[in-house]
């Protein structure tokens, strides 16, 4: 037998059969034997679609002087020593495994029917609901009126995302990614066999938190994976999703998605906690952590890097860029591209002239700026590479990150004026057509910019790196690696 908050499962020989507790937890109610039948059948409609030799229907059980049979559900019972949570934990190869499941749920994610109504559970506001309502369910859990540690930031940092993200949302709907998905993908309802993976238990109570992103769906099964301590294969497992559904979306849906799942799962531990279940109070502390941990991760960022010419900034822009996995934009290249003239073609002028007069420096900035935007309401983050000089600039530049509820890091680049000129009179041409002339008589008019933070490039680039990612990504350990998009060989 094995329980959970909402049923008990037996199992006897080559079956097992479910029952619904007679429970209701707001979010759903079995209270009658009418309610657990239909929860029943419709479980067995359902999961069909994912696993369609394992659900065999409906059955009953009959008590005498019982006054209606109680259902249950019928199933093949599937190997335990085929559990994908047993084979992770026994250290036994999964690759094989997860990128079958990942294509399998990858196809019925494609052929899924499509509605307005499936849609609405993909937008903006229709994921704050569900995060709010679980914010509601945990603040109500909490017995002595404080929540557990760490939710006051969650709750934080899920509204700035999302009030910043309106226009990502709308774009996955458009692209199709909201589905009627599976909804409870877990390691422990996922079986390896070797005809391929079955997936049980999909969620059956309420629709509307079946019908989610894709990615949302895949999500559930990283965090799973992450809880048994298998995050590679977690991040394996989301890109072999992501090849299979042909679904580009930016590291930080993915950190979103994955933190949700997991304090959707913290939810439920501490539901399970307040039944008495042992060892559930520490699951939902290490979930809770999880998701913080994904949610830091996610902010989606606005990293200016500036300082005068011969300062370091674009290498450092670019060694940046490269680490953190993000977009760089760079104000020389796209000063050339608004001229109609290939980056790396001379432009040099006198200061204040040519392509950097006050006007095509406004237009460039503007620009750089509105490319910025749109990749921020996105998800993407972006690194800006510019001198940032003028005190407009970057102001501009923070009403930008306050628009789209990105974080705003300045690096200010320095070095000593004779290591400067010394960079500008070797290095080889590029986009930039600044000289030493010009480097002077900028630094002349550059205005402090105590709000940046100072990297001296004068060193290693390895060591300017280093102090620039220790403003960029403050929380260190208690951030999430950054999702990448390893290669993916066919088939």
């Not at 760490?150 to 990502?168: F, N």
């Not at 938190?209 to 995050?231: I, S, T």
């Not at 501490?270 to 996610?298: C, E, K, M, N, Y």
Request: charged fraction near 25%.
């Amino acid at each position: 037998m094995r329980e959970t908050h909402t049923a008990i499962v037996f199992f006897a020989g080559d079956r097992a059969y479910k029952v619904k507790k007679p429970v209701d937890l707001k979010f759903l109610d079995y209270t009658t034997v009418e309610k657990r039948r239909a929860a029943c059948e419709r479980e067995v409609a359902l999961n069909r679609r994912f696993a369609p030799d394992v659900y065999l229907g409906v059955g009953e059980i009959r008590v005498p002087h019982a006054e209606a049979p109680e259902p249950l559900v019928v199933m093949h019972r599937m190997p335990a020593e085929r559990r994908l949570s047993r084979l992770v934990q026994d250290g036994a190869p999964v690759d094989d495994a997860l990128r079958a499941i990942a294509r399998l749920l990858a196809a019925r994610h494609a052929d899924a029917p499509r509605s307005p109504e499936v849609d609405a559970q993909g937008t903006r506001d229709a994921l704050s609901s569900r995060w709010e309502a679980s914010f509601a369910q945990v603040r109500a859990l909490a017995e002595d009126g404080h929540v557990p540690d760490g939710v006051e930031e969650i709750e934080r940092l899920v509204r700035r995302y999302l009030a910043g993200r309106e226009p990502l949302f709308d774009l996955r709907i458009k692209q199709g990614r909201t589905v009627d998905g599976h909804g409870d993908l877990l390691t422990e309802d996922i079986f390896c066999l070797d005809d391929g993976p079955r997936l049980l238990d999909c969620l059956e109570f309420d629709d509307h938190l079946r019908y989610v992103d894709g990615l949302d769906d895949a999500a559930f099964l990283a965090m799973d994976l992450e809880q048994l301590g298998a995050p590679d294969a977690a991040a394996l497992f989301l890109a072999w999703y992501g090849e299979y559904s042909g679904d580009p979306a930016p590291p930080s849906l993915r950190h979103h998605y994955v933190a949700y799942r997991a304090f959707v799962r913290a939810k439920v531990s501490l539901i399970q906690a307040r039944q008495g279940a042992p060892g559930t109070d520490l699951a939902a502390r290490r979930l809770i952590t999880t998701t913080l941990r994904h949610l830091r991760t996610s902010a989606v960022g606005l990293t200016l890097v500036g300082g005068l010419p011969g300062s370091g900034k674009s290498t450092l822009s670019g060694a940046l860029a490269d680490r953190l996995g993000v977009t760089l934009l760079s104000s020389d290249r796209l000063r050339k591209e608004l001229a109609g003239i290939p980056a790396d073609q001379p432009a040099a002028a006198a200061y204040g002239e040519g392509l950097y007069t006050p006007e095509w420096t406004a237009r460039t900035y503007t620009a750089l700026l509105d490319r910025a935007s749109a990749l921020l309401s996105l998800g993407e983050s972006v690194v800006l590479d510019a001198t940032w000089s003028a005190a407009g600039q970057r102001e501009a530049a923070q009403r930008t990150a306050d628009r789209t509820s990105a974080d705003l890091v300045a690096l200010h680049c320095r070095v000593p004026v004779d290591v400067a000129a010394a960079r500008l009179d070797t290095r080889a041409h590029g986009a930039s057509d600044a000289d030493a002339e010009v480097a002077t008589a900028m630094a002349e008019k550059e205005p402090p910019w105590a709000e940046a933070v100072t990297v001296d490039t004068s060193g290693s680039l390895e060591a300017a790196v280093f102090q620039a990612l220790a403003a960029v990504r403050p929380y260190g350990s208690g951030q999430a690696p950054v999702f990448r998009r390893p290669y993916m060989e066919p088939g």
